[in-house]
């Protein structure tokens, strides 16, 4: 590839960055239903003609912009730190739920809540947003899976129902911290029992944040 090439992906890609980082700041501000190009051009340096050279809707920027965030999403959450699956699970829910960015995760929730709205009615939104909801439950899956495999989570677990259930829980309260505010923090603990509970194998010693799951304390059955 010539310099001059190089160059002209770079502005691209440049150009597209800027796109739709003003999509995310207008969808914010404005909501779906108000949303125009001109509120998305007012976000950047870009003249709402500009937009209009690259997009011709709002519906096929906002397709675009939901992509963009599949690609944000899954290159931030395709790996997972821990000393093992039970740990990688727990930190995986932590992450996803945005604890370490409040602020940023309620902005984030934020746009992508205004397009799901439009999912009962737009073929090609659902899609995007199926993509996202089919990646959790992948690496939930794959994360259980490693778990029963290290004999560390029971063997009778079934990693897709366990997926669905953590997929349903991530989006239940991303979707309550959106429509009402914060959350109380309990989810997190309610989800480390489920964790304990119901998958951690029978006298399994894994801990997590300094809490021994699975050990069996004496005195108890």
Known sequence: MSGETESAAAAASDTSEAIMEATYSALCKHGYADLTMQN???????????????????EELLL????????????????????????????????????????????????????????????????????????????VREIVADGIEEGLVRDDVDPDDTAAFVATLVDGVNTRRVAIGETDGSTRN?????????????GADVAVDGETLGAVSEGED
């Not at 998305?40 to 709002?58: C, G, N, Q, R, V």
């Not at 309610?190 to 998958?199: K, M, T």
Request: with cysteine; charged share 30%.
């Open 190 to 202: 309610i989800f480390v029992a489920y964790v304990r509970e119901n998958l951690v194998a029978p």
């Open 64 to 139: 675009a912009f939901l992509d963009h965030l599949y690609e944000s999403f899954t290159a931030e959450f395709a790996t997972t730190e821990g000393a093992h699956a039970v740990d990688r699970l727990i930190t995986f829910v932590d992450e996803v739920l945005c604890k370490s960015d409040v602020e940023g995760a309620e902005e984030f929730q934020t746009a992508l809540m205004e397009i799901k709205a439009q999912g009962p009615y737009v073929e090609t939104y659902r899609e995007e947003l199926e993509r996202i909801d089919a990646f959790v439950r992948d690496r």
């Open 40 to 58: 998305i051009a007012d976000e950047s340096d870009k003249s709402k003609a500009s937009l209009h050279y690259h997009f011709d809707t709002k």
